[in-house]
């Protein structure tokens, strides 16, 4: 709804909060940046966690966890945040791209999380991705986790 918020948090081998509780009706996108570097999970998903632990009981927290890449963590902190946010109506969706990326491990931590993989082979299929999963954050009752 045009009352929802969005953080966006940009990661590589470090993590950094771009914009905080946007209205996701002024394009939060446009306080982004691209940044080069690695990849660890584990500092990303860390400050995800905190992120949502901020998040207030009138919103439904939603992780939305993009990678074009793979590392040695994030299993341990994507299970940690579904523990302790699931209660309060956490939806996890995970989105690998590009050419570089793990699928195989960010299917592993959309099964950890209780969440939906998803991969967008470009920018027309990413674009594509995203559409879909925002119909199934406005139909909820339509939403099956495991399609």
């Not at 914009?19 to 570097?37: A, D, K, L, V, W």
């Not at 901020?54 to 966890?65: G, N």
């Not at 793979?70 to 299970?79: A, D, F, S, V």
């Amino acid at each position: 709804s045009a009352d929802d918020i969005v953080t966006i948090i940009n990661h590589s081998d470090n993590a950094e909060v771009m914009c905080e509780n946007h209205p996701i009706t002024s394009s939060p996108e446009s306080q982004t940046h691209f940044r080069s570097g690695g990849n660890d999970f584990k500092i990303a998903l860390d400050l995800a966690k905190d992120q949502i632990a901020k998040v207030t009981a009138e919103y439904v927290p939603v992780l939305l966890f993009m990678s074009d890449g793979g590392c040695g963590n994030g299993e341990q902190e994507i299970q940690i945040i579904s523990r302790d946010f699931t209660p309060k109506g956490l939806k996890v969706f995970i989105i690998g791209f590009g050419s570089g990326c793990d699928e195989q491990k960010l299917k592993n931590m959309a099964i950890i999380s209780g969440g939906q993989y998803f991969y967008g082979c470009n920018g027309v299929d990413l674009k594509a991705k995203l559409k879909e999963i925002g119909m199934k954050l406005s139909s909820p009752e339509n939403f099956n986790w495991r399609d």
